[in-house]
């Protein structure tokens, strides 16, 4: 078949180009430590973004399951916390606000992405480094489970796994479903004039409900595949630094790292570590916003199972 052909090619042509050139990865002298040159994964707007949606997310979801679980004991004591329900919901609208931005500007970056490139949006929807699932994603996915039950090999990943192309659209759908009920609630008059009453009812329940299913998709399983797996284990700050060091994108990524060895173009992507003060940084945050996700699911499994009523 085609494919496994030119994937062997590159891999042939990977291992040619690494025995004959320079080594990649080498040593720089960064903080009085000697660190190895990282993979550059995530431009500073992508990081930005991220972070952004991480505080949005998070403030959205603390709002919304203190509204939807106001009869239990934590919810009243985080909405005093926050100034009462009503500055409660002040907060998630403006929380709302930083996520409507977040993806408008993800939007715009893309647009401009597609005219800097030069590329048509027919490469850029379906091309080689597109988020669309595709045959080579179920392929994966396939191949995934056999090597969960020890009936295969592990699959030789690219830029991006299946998992992180539905994690990356469960967004457009939050924004979508989430964010278009969310505003006919938060400017009911206007909306009103459009569509009949009783569609706010509706509107309520949706944005509730799929709320609810997106919070308990972040916490759990989002966080499971991004920060939780053996290989991650406790927390991956890729996403946040920009920045992958070598050897996890040889482990990861393997097509993806020989087909840029092959290209000659994995040099052009190295850079040195980012500064320890940033890691760290990076990590008291991302260990708030893991710490906080982990304790809004427990709220809500409490507040479902021990305290429904």
């Known amino acids: 078949m085609p494919a ?14 690494a025995s004959t050139e320079t080594p990649v990865g080498e040593s720089v002298i960064a903080g009085g430590k000697q660190r190895a040159l990282e993979y550059v994964r995530f431009r500073p707007l992508h990081r930005a973004l991220h972070a952004s ?10 709002t919304g399951m203190t509204l939807k679980f106001s009869y239990t004991a934590w919810a009243s004591r985080l909405s005093r916390f926050m100034g009462g329900f009503e500055s409660a919901g002040f907060i998630h609208r403006s929380a709302a606000f930083l996520m409507f931005t ?7 970056d893309l647009v401009r992405t597609k005219r800097r490139e030069k590329v048509s949006w027919l490469k850029m929807l379906f091309g080689a ?23 295969g090999q592990r699959p ?7 998992w992180e192309k539905f994690d990356y659209f ?9 964010g278009l009920t969310g505003l006919t609630l938060w400017f009911p008059i206007f909306f009103t004039r459009l569509l009949p009453g ?10 509730s409900d799929e709320a609810l299913l997106a919070t308990g998709f972040i916490f759990t399983v989002h966080f499971f595949n991004t920060h939780l797996r053996p290989e991650k284990f406790p927390m991956d ?47 008291v945050f991302a260990w708030i916003a893991l710490g906080t996700g982990f304790c809004i699911v427990a709220a809500i499994i409490y507040a479902m199972i021990f305290a429904y009523r």
Not at 53 to 62: D, G, H, Q
Not at 102 to 108: A, D, K, Q
Not at 132 to 141: I, W, Y
Not at 170 to 178: R, S
């Open 53 to 62: 949606m991480v505080v949005s997310f998070i403030t959205l979801a603390l």
């Open 156 to 162: 030789r990943y690219g830029r991006w796994t299946y």
């Open 237 to 283: 700050t890729t996403v946040f630094t920009g920045h992958m060091p070598l050897a996890e994108l040889k482990r990861d990524k393997p097509r993806e790292y020989d087909e840029l060895v092959a290209k000659g173009e994995l040099q052009q992507h190295l850079a040195e570590p980012q500064p320890l003060v940033v890691v760290k940084t990076i990590r």
């Open 198 to 207: 009783w569609f706010l009812n509706v509107a309520t329940i949706i944005h």
């Open 4 to 17: 496994p052909t030119q994937d062997h090619d590159i891999r042939g042509k990977a291992a040619a180009i």
């Open 102 to 108: 977040v993806f408008t500007v993800h939007i715009v």
């Open 129 to 151: 480094d597109s988020m669309l699932l595709n045959g080579q994603d179920l392929r994966e996915f396939i191949a995934t489970m056999k090597w969960f039950v020890g009936a």
């Open 170 to 178: 469960a967004v457009f759908w939050g924004v979508f479903v989430i």
